[in-house]
């Protein structure tokens, strides 16, 4: 049987899933994104190089990568559609909606009594001039994205003029988050079916700690508190496997930043002996 994964370019990823599924007798497929082909009427179905994806075993989606809003939702509509079908997929386009906006992320922490940071989003300079300055200090994400890129912190008015005036020349959503004081640390928790596979603590002299940016990473213990937080933020956003950021504060109580539905575990990988994509692989094909 096949197991197909979905990505844009080979590496170290795609390789460390190859190998978990090859170690577990079934065949894997590297398929790019953009040779999806979708029909209806005569040979309907979804394919890619000639593969009905239909009659595989389960569909990996490595990642959903940029693209113009077209390709994405285009995209998203292909593991929908196979999913209809009956393909396994991990996880479920609606667990990667969820997850791939930030908005609706922080929603559905909130709908589920967990602690995360105050949280504004609007689409005017005005509205967000106005959530700056009663914030005072915040962390601007953009509303799709990873690895830290795009984010800045504002503090005062003429950064926010700035930052703000470039958003509005673009036409993009200001996605305005209160900055919670740390140590320059946090946690990243790697969740798979319900529990917690392996963690590490990521940090670096700035406010940013992500291991693509050059943050360090060294292993971590969690309580068992943090860790039902994590699996808890993983299950409100309905995600077999997560990257959870959790944000210990400097009063010893944690916020809930991110849950990230395609996850990296590449720096986690160099701290544990547990093999993440095993267990990945093991959940795709649990059903």
């Not at 040979?43 to 077209?70: F, H, T």
């Not at 392996?198 to 050059?214: C, D, E, K, L, V």
Request: aromatic share 6%.
């Amino acid at each position: 049987m096949q197991v197909v994964i979905l990505a844009s370019s080979t590496g170290w990823h795609t390789t460390e899933l190859e190998r978990a599924v090859r170690a577990r007798g079934l065949e894997p497929l590297l398929l790019p994104w953009e040779d999806t082909v979708h029909r209806v009427g005569p040979g309907s179905g979804v394919s890619n190089r000639g593969i009905d994806l239909s009659r595989v075993r389960a569909v990996l989606p490595r990642i959903i990568p940029g693209g113009s809003l077209e390709q994405i939702i285009f995209r998203v509509d292909t593991l929908h559609r196979l999913e209809g079908q009956g393909v396994r997929i991990m996880n479920s386009p609606r667990t990667i909606e969820r997850t791939v906006d930030k908005a609706w992320t922080s929603a559905l922490l909130e709908q589920a009594g967990l602690p995360t940071p105050e949280t504004v989003v609007c689409e005017t300079s005005d509205a967000a001039f106005e959530a700056f300055r009663r914030l005072e200090d915040v962390v601007v994400k953009p509303l799709f994205g990873s690895m830290g890129l795009g984010m800045a912190r504002v503090s005062d008015e003429d950064m926010a003029w700035r930052v703000f005036r470039v958003l509005e020349t673009v036409r993009g959503v200001y996605y305005l988050q209160r900055f919670v004081p740390h140590e320059g640390r946090d946690l990243r928790v790697f969740v798979v079916g319900g529990r917690v596979v392996g963690a590490m603590q990521r940090s670096a002299p700035g406010w940013r700690t992500n291991f693509s940016r050059g943050g360090s990473v060294e292993p971590v213990e969690l309580s068992a508190e943090w860790a039902a937080l994590a699996v808890r933020a993983a299950a409100a956003v309905g995600a077999e496997y997560a990257g959870v950021d959790l944000l210990p504060e400097r009063e010893g109580t944690v916020q809930v930043l991110e849950v990230n539905g395609i996850p990296g575990w590449e720096g986690l990988q160099a701290t544990t002996t547990v093999d993440v994509a095993g267990a990945v692989v093991d959940q795709l094909l649990a059903s």
